[in-house]
C-alpha cells in the first residue's frame, strides 16, 4: 500500500482515545459503501459543512489511483495538506478491515502535522454491501448506498446496511426518474436496522448533507467531551 505523503512516519499503531500529551484525539468517521454510491460527493459536503467549526482532515482509498484525494483537492474542501490517500493495491475492504496499517500511518501522520484536528474522515474504496470497519481504524462509520442502484439494496442487507452506525439513502432526487420508491426503502431498511439511524440525502439541493452533519456534529460534541462517539 502507497501513501501519498512525502516524509517517513514510523508507524505505531494506537487505539487509544488520547494523545500521548493526554488530549482527546480527533474522532475517526470512516464511509464506506459500493462503487458511485456518492462516498467522495459526501465527504465533500461534509467538508464545507464542518470545516468552519471543526480542524479537519481526510484519507481516501483507492486500489491503483488518487483520484478521490485529487478531486477533493481540486473541490478545494480542504488546504491540500489536509486531504491524503491511500492506494491500497487490492480490494478495499482489506485496507480498512483486515490490514489496517496504511490507514492508520496515513492517519497519525495527519494528527502529528496537523495537531490539532478534532475530525479524521476517512473515505473507502467502492465495495459491496459487506465491507465495514475495523474497530481499531475508526470510532464510528456511515454506509451510503444510492437510490440509483435500486430500491431492492437495503433489504438485500449485509454488514454495511445492517451494522454501521448511520446509513445513507443518496440521490433521492433520482427516484422519480429510476422508479424507485423511497417509502419501501425507508421501511426495509428500518427492518434491517432497527433503531440504528438512516438519513435520505440529496446533495445537488443546497443543505442537502445537513442532517448527516448534524449527526457527525453530535458524535463530535460527545467524543470531545469524552462521552462515547
Known amino acids: 500500500m502507497h501513501l501519498d505523503h512525502s516524509q517517513p512516519h514510523e508507524h505505531t499503531p494506537s487505539i487509544s482515545a ?5 488530549s482527546r484525539r480527533a474522532l475517526r468517521v470512516g464511509l464506506g459503501g459500493p462503487v458511485g454510491s456518492g462516498k467522495t460527493a459526501t465527504v465533500a459536503a461534509l467538508c464545507r459543512a464542518l470545516r468552519d467549526t ?37 480490494c478495499p475492504h482489506t485496507a480498512i478491515r483486515d490490514d489496517i496499517s496504511a490507514n492508520l500511518e496515513a492517519v ?22 459487506t465491507a465495514t470497519f475495523s474497530k481499531g481504524l475508526v470510532d464510528v462509520q456511515i454506509f451510503v448506498i ?26 433521492t ?10 417509502g419501501t426503502m425507508a421501511t426495509d431498511a428500518k427492518r434491517q436496522r432497527g433503531d440504528l439511524p438512516v438519513i435520505f440525502t440529496s446533495l445537488t ?3 442537502g448533507i445537513r442532517d448527516v452533519a448534524d449527526w457527525v456534529t453530535c458524535h463530535l460534541n460527545k467524543w470531545r467531551t469524552g462521552a462515547t462517539a
Open 146 to 171: 444510492d437510490v440509483a442502484s435500486g430500491d431492492d439494496i437495503p433489504r438485500k442487507g449485509g454488514p454495511g446496511i445492517t451494522t454501521a452506525d448511520l446509513l445513507i439513502i443518496n440521490k
Open 205 to 207: 439541493t443546497t443543505d
Open 18 to 22: 488520547t494523545r500521548p500529551d493526554g
Open 173 to 182: 432526487d433520482l427516484a422519480p426518474h429510476v422508479g424507485a420508491d423511497l
Open 54 to 90: 471543526w480542524p479537519i482532515a481526510v484519507v481516501t482509498n483507492d486500489i491503483y489511483t488518487r483520484e478521490d484525494a485529487e478531486f477533493l483537492r481540486r473541490e478545494a474542501v480542504l488546504p491540500p495538506e489536509r486531504i491524503t490517500a491511500v492506494e491500497t493495491g487490492a
Open 108 to 129: 497519525e501522520h495527519l494528527e502529528a502535522t496537523l495537531h490539532p484536528l478534532d475530525l479524521v474522515l476517512i473515505e473507502s474504496g467502492g465495495d459491496n454491501l
